[in-house]
């Protein structure tokens, strides 16, 4: 049985286009399907606007989807009620994009990190102490830092302080969405490396927004590439980059500059207008789907 | 397509950059962003600037076209635009540079354009300051034929839209459009494409190189993406801590990067085999008010020895146009240095 299987899933935003005029519907996430195996690390990749982020929010109901399933260890995660969704959010966590404004500027970081063991009434007072010291220790930081605030932390640090406080309970599901895009180059691996040695030690499974298609590459097993709220290709990592089939897929990969002054890759474009969102994923080889 | 190189006597450099230093006030004491950075560009020639974030490629660009705000300000160097030191113009002469002879795309591109205006009208506005039209009508045309060269689909319509009806992509491209407006022969872009999505960015590349070959345009760009460095420059500086660390042909920083900071930065792109430990540089990049003494990068480097918390390497000759502030690169510590912890060789996983 897959970890996570997203069935169908369907979010819909309203969006009033100004005054005296209907208001327009935005189908931000549109009919999109897909499973996580346990200890799996899954892509979704996409341009800006595709519904990356709204597929990760609504899996864990931080959105309320409009319509579809999410079975989470075989139970279907929106037909749970208020208790019972507490304690499956126990289970699956989210890292945000940007380290800056996630962690609460007021809050010693001591504090970020131990909040989520209050608000599930985890431990004693010392016991609770002990693991955001743990927490600390895991994720890389000094532990006598902890009663420092955000703001005397780096970007890196900061984003290890909020990995750290998304592992606090314990879960299986990490989605992590963009968690290094606002790092500098050269602490943004630190931050992979880190989340690469969670997994293993841990058995911690991603579902890892990115638009960063060669850190993809690197850390995923599995990659879906989402279009216009659609996903439109997915397979496995090496099959994705070896052989695009979607001609999104082929524009995005053609599209990633090469660091090397001497290699010059052939762009190709899309023409939007050749794009048929209505065409279903079909299999065109053992487990790579594509919408063509 | 890379510029000619050209001989060095027959023309002097279209820009050059020496020693500039820029300060901002931080409570008793000034902080340099910008430390005794020098460069130069030759006409038609692009030159990245490379760095993270907080390294003081913003306020580089700022400095040249003198628009550093207070609390900061320009405290020693010279900045030659053919010839002329621009910090010595009276601020009217200035004006003239700027857009005709040296223009800056900035890094924000929502704040960049007047919500309020059209694009036509934000095109003819910078016409008309530098009376580059004779009347409205003129203006418009000038506009239209400007969208067109920067590849906007359907010009005549377009000039008339706001900038909310614009894509990101198509707003970068009238920035682009505003910029090239009076034929600078300077284009500073900062960090153009990092709001963009992968096959925008590639675009707007695309549109930069086609700019430069039809109109000779020299180009400083500013950007933290080395594989956009690989596709556009062609010549490299890489700038840390308020300092140009090193500098090079874009093929020599990335065959021979010589100083540990662009090392690191080369090898912490990822690729390599597929979950694989990738490079990361220790810590992280120190903070105005925080840089450290002597070389900026020692505390993370893991060949610093003996001078490098002392004293600020100078930068060593290392090859044809290739410069690196390293004391690995001076011949006098040679002997010293031959035991494991070479660069070239990482020492470390
Ligand atoms: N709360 C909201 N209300 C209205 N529209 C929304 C809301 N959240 C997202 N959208 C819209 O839904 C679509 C998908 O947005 P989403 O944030 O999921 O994209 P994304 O793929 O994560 O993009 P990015 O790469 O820019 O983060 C967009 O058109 C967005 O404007
Ligand atoms: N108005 C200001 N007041 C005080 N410090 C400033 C100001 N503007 C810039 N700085 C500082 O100057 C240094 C250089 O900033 P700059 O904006 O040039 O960096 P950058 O290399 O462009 O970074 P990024 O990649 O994030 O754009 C930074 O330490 C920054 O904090
Ligand atoms: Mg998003
Ligand atoms: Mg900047």
Known sequence: ????????????????????????????????????????????????????????????????????????????????????????????????????????????????????????????????????????????????????????????????????????????????????????????????????????????????????????????????????????????????????????????????????????????LLDPATVNRDRPLREVAPGHWAAI | MRAQPTHPTVEPPLLEVEHLSTAFRLGQTDALAVNHVSFEIRTGETLALVGESGSGKSVTAFSIMRLVQPPGRIVGGRILFRGRDLLALPEREMRTIRGAGISLIFQEPMSALNPVFTVGSQIAETLQVHGRVRSRRDARQRAIELLAAVSVPQPERRVDEYPHQLSGGLRQRVLIAVAIACRPALLIADEPTTALDATIQAQILELLRELKATFNLALLLITHDLGVVAETADRVAVMYAGRIVEEASVREIFRHPKHPYTQGLLASIPGGHPGSRLRAIDGGVPSLGTIPQGCAFAPRCPYRFEPCPTEVPPPYVVGVEHRARCYLQDPAYAPALSGPGRPGRHSKS
């Open chain 1, 1 to 268: 049985m897959p970890l996570l299987e997203v069935r169908h899933l369907v979010k819909h935003f309203a969006r009033s286009s100004g005054l005296f005029r209907a208001s327009s519907v935005v189908r931000a996430v549109d009919d999109v399907s897909f499973t996580i195996e346990e200890g799996e690390t899954f892509g979704l990749v996409g341009e800006s606007g595709s519904g990356k982020t709204t597929t990760g929010r609504c899996i864990l109901r931080l959105v309320e989807p409009t319509a579809g399933e999410v079975v989470f260890r075989g139970e279907d995660v929106l037909k749970f009620r208020r208790g019972r969704l507490r304690r499956a959010r126990r289970d699956m966590q989210i890292v945000f994009q940007d380290p800056y404004s996630s962690l609460n500027p007021r809050m010693r970081v001591a504090a970020i990190v131990e909040e989520p063991l209050i608000i599930h009434r985890i431990g004693s007072r010392a016991n609770r102490r002990a693991r955001v010291d743990e927490l600390f220790r895991l994720v890389g930081l000094e532990p006598s830092h902890l009663n420092r605030f955000p703001h005397e932390f780096s970007g890196g640090q900061r984003q290890r302080i909020g990995l750290a406080r998304a592992l606090a309970l314990n879960p299986s599901l990490v989605v992590a969405d963009e968690p290094v895009s606002a790092l500098d180059v050269s602490v943004q691996a630190q931050v992979i490396n880190l989340l690469m040695d969670l997994q293993e030690k841990l058995k911690l499974t991603y579902l890892f927004i990115a638009h960063d298609l060669r850190l993809v590459r690197h850390i995923c097993d599995r990659v879906a590439v989402m279009y216009l709220g659609r996903i439109i290709e997915l397979a496995t990592a090496s099959d994705l980059f070896a052989a695009p089939q979607h001609p999104y897929t082929r524009a995005l990969l053609s599209a990633i500059p090469i660091p090397d002054p001497e290699v010059r890759r052939q762009r190709m």
